[in-house]
């Protein structure tokens, strides 16, 4: 299974990206597709993730409300959209995907590589 995670770059506080995660190599069906993210000289912590089978979402406080995660079955894709981006909001942005329905960096079957997010002030 192999995680292409794509749409990182540089933007202004305040702007928005859009992060997407091709998977390929198994259907996700019955998997949880997501986002973990780590700033320098932090921890790698959770952000986002989607039940593959009924779409249901889960979000990190911090993000809640600014940043929206969906998937397209057809395309086996997730993506992040995220708006209001902050200074705080800059990190590398891993795809991952795993059995369980929440997230955690200790029960997530797949790493994708990351892509960098900066956010400018």
């Known amino acids: 299974v192999q995680l292409q995670a794509s749409g990182g770059g540089v933007v202004q506080a305040g702007g928005s990206l859009r992060l997407s995660c091709a998977a390929t190599?198994?259907?996700?069906?019955?998997?949880?597709a997501g986002w973990f993210r780590q700033a320098p000289g932090k921890e790698r912590e959770f952000v986002a993730s989607?039940?593959?089978?009924?779409?249901?979402?889960y979000y990190a406080d911090s993000v809640e409300g600014r940043f929206t995660v969906s998937r397209d079955s057809a395309k086996n894709t997730a993506t992040l959209e995220m708006t209001s981006l902050q200074p705080e909001d800059s990190g590398i942005y891993y795809c991952?995907?795993?059995?369980?329905?929440?997230?955690?960096?200790?029960?997530?079957?797949?790493w994708g590589q990351g892509t960098l997010v900066t956010v400018s002030s």
């Open positions: 991952v995907a795993g059995a369980a329905i929440r997230l955690q960096p200790g029960n997530v079957a797949y």
């Open positions: 190599g198994r259907s996700f069906n019955d998997y949880t």
């Open positions: 989607i039940r593959w089978s009924g779409g249901i979402a």
